[in-house]
């Protein structure tokens, strides 16, 4: 028998904004990293993809509904009984010398605490009449004789409830009931990194400006450093930037392109670059507003997609872009997705390019109509 041994892990909780509000808070956890069956054990958690939270953020501001955001409090330690027998030694302060503890649930540190927990909310769901979205097993979709009523979407212990509010309030309360929740926010909140609001109109707002605004920009001295100090202050300032892409199609372009160091770059350069551009969107906060597009059984994507040929930046490969849309018969319209990368093999023609990145989008297109078409009429393809 292995006995795993534990620790304390003591920092301060942030508020929705990652600021500290000077609350300690104390976490007992395994040391998984010394579990023996760590390698047999399935572990894989899935987290809602973020195209699927921007098209069921439209989706819901086209329906008129409102969102409510839940944190499910401990949520490790209210996910399924474990299948294997696991015993850790407790704390030194609350056990006598040679006692053992046998775990029932998933405690943090575990490599499957993530997942037992995702299992009992998936499986609570399914009971309550929901299914997977197809393509998204972090989404759940809950349909009436064929109508969309509403939507779970679940990130780890983050969840946000849409539909009508007789299904919004019932959901709530279930899970209330079920589980210990610690926050339960209306209108305005903060989810996986992305603030969300809404207005009396019931439209939708998707924004970081409340990063941007704390973001702060790469040193004025930062080019005089070495060529591994520059490395780093460009990985840095690239990574905070390409953060944004979230909810900045604008940006999606210059920060993949500003993320490309081939050999002979000069580092200072870039770095004076990212500079600028990090000042430039602080100085253009900017949101996406979702609201009315039409009815729902008549929404449809629309898809634009271009290429370059051969590098930009000089060198052998060329770049793809697109954005995908979600259009309503009222001719109006939603960004959902969007994407500027290298393609990953080098082009003959622009004709080659511009195939590749069409066929490229076209999977991505493909993959969010199926979800689309299970959304409005219930039925998986």
């Known amino acids: 028998m292995t006995v795993i041994p534990t620790m304390w892990v003591i920092n301060r ?4 904004h990652g600021k500290e509000d000077g609350k300690l808070k104390a976490r007992l956890v395994v040391r998984g990293d010394q579990d023996e069956n760590e390698d047999e054990v399935a572990c894989d958690s899935p987290t809602v993809d973020r195209t699927t939270v921007k098209m069921m953020i439209a989706i819901a501001a086209n329906q008129g509904w409102s969102l409510r955001s839940i944190d499910i409090s401990a949520a490790f ?3 399924r009984e474990m299948d294997r027998e696991v015993y850790v030694q407790p704390p030194p302060e609350i056990a006598t010398p040679g006692t053992v503890w046998k775990l029932k649930k998933g405690l943090y540190g575990l490599k499957e605490a993530a997942r037992l927990w995702y299992d009992e909310i998936l499986a609570e769901l399914i009971r309550r009449g929901g299914h997977k979205l197809v393509g998204d097993p972090a989404c759940v979709v809950f349909h009436v004789n064929g109508t969309f009523i509403g939507f779970v979407i679940i990130h ?21 009931a079920r589980f210990r929740v610690s926050k339960d926010q209306v209108e305005r909140f903060i ?5 969300i609001r809404s207005d009396k109109a019931g439209r939708l707002f998707l924004n970081q400006n409340q990063y941007l605004e704390e973001l702060n920009n790469v040193p004025a001295n930062a080019e005089t450093g070495k060529e591994d100090g520059l490395r780093t202050v460009l990985r840095a300032a690239v990574g905070r930037l390409l953060y944004l892409n979230l909810t900045r199609p604008d940006l999606a372009f210059r920060t993949n392109f500003l993320s490309r160091v081939p050999p002979g770059t000069d580092l200072r350069e870039k770095i004076k670059e990212a500079r600028e551009l990090t000042s430039e969107a602080k100085k253009t906060p900017l949101e996406i507003k979702y609201g009315k597009l039409g009815q729902l059984e008549k929404l449809s994507l629309e898809v634009y997609a271009d290429a370059s040929f051969g590098g930009i930046d000089k060198g052998l490969k060329s770049t ?10 009222s001719d109006k319209c939603a960004p959902i997705s969007w994407r500027s990368k290298l393609i990953a093999r080098v082009c003959k023609s622009a004709k080659s390019s511009e195939t590749i990145a069409l066929e490229n989008v076209m999977d991505t297109a493909i993959g969010i109509g199926r979800q689309l078409r299970q959304i409005q009429t219930g039925i998986v393809d």
């Open 13 to 16: 909780s942030a508020d929705d």
């Open 77 to 79: 330690l209210q996910g």
């Open 156 to 176: 780890v212990d983050d969840i946000i409830i849409g539909g009508t509010p007789e299904f919004v309030l019932e959901m709530v309360l279930h899970i209330k």
């Open 191 to 195: 989810y996986t990194g992305m603030a």
């Open 320 to 329: 793809e872009g697109h954005i995908i849309l979600l259009r309503g018969d």
